[in-house]
């Protein structure tokens, strides 16, 4: 009798990397962005409203190259998270279930987010 060698363990290489899979991986990764950016628009906010001394360091900090580079992550991962979220809300709610659906679905919020981050880094730079 032929054994069936399936892996015991969950191994990255082993699963082929569909659509669905990389926005569900992707939605994971934006929303640890989203959380760890929470502090520095706290700090931000904090400037803005502070001293004329944290007015200037969180605006020289947002025109520096790690700002902006912040600033972008930052907001392309809003961009893709509330799109996603959105196609997420949809499935919870029982539209585009199919897999058809699912793998069109999340092909274009991935495109959607890609072409934004690309706009969002040359207005940016
Ligand atoms: C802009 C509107 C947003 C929408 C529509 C949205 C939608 C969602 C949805 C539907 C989920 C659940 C995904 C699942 O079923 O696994 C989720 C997860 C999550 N969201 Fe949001 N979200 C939004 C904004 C944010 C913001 C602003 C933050 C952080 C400051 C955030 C952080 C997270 C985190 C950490 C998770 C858990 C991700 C995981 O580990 O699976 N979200 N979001």
């Known amino acids: ?7 015991l363990s969950p191994r990255l290489s082993i ?3 569909l659509p669905g899979m990389i926005a569900s991986i992707a939605h994971r990764g934006s929303g640890v962005v989203l959380v760890l950016s929470v502090p520095c628009y706290l ?9 004329p001394q944290d007015f200037d360091s969180a605006v ?10 912040g600033l972008w992550l930052a907001s392309a991962a809003l ?7 959105i196609r997420f809300l949809c499935l ?3 539209w585009g279930e199919s897999r058809d659906m699912m793998r069109n679905s999340a ?11 690309i706009v969002l880094g040359v207005l940016l730079w």
């Open 1 to 7: 009798m032929a054994i069936k060698q399936a892996p």
């Open 92 to 94: 919870d709610a029982g």
């Open 79 to 85: 961009i893709y998270h509330f799109f996603n979220g």
């Open 43 to 51: 700090w931000i906010l904090h400037g803005m409203t502070g001293s």
């Open 107 to 117: 092909r274009v919020v991935i495109v959607i987010a890609a072409v934004a981050a």
């Open 60 to 69: 020289a900090l947002l025109h520096s190259p790690l700002g902006r580079l």
């Open 15 to 17: 699963y082929r990397w």
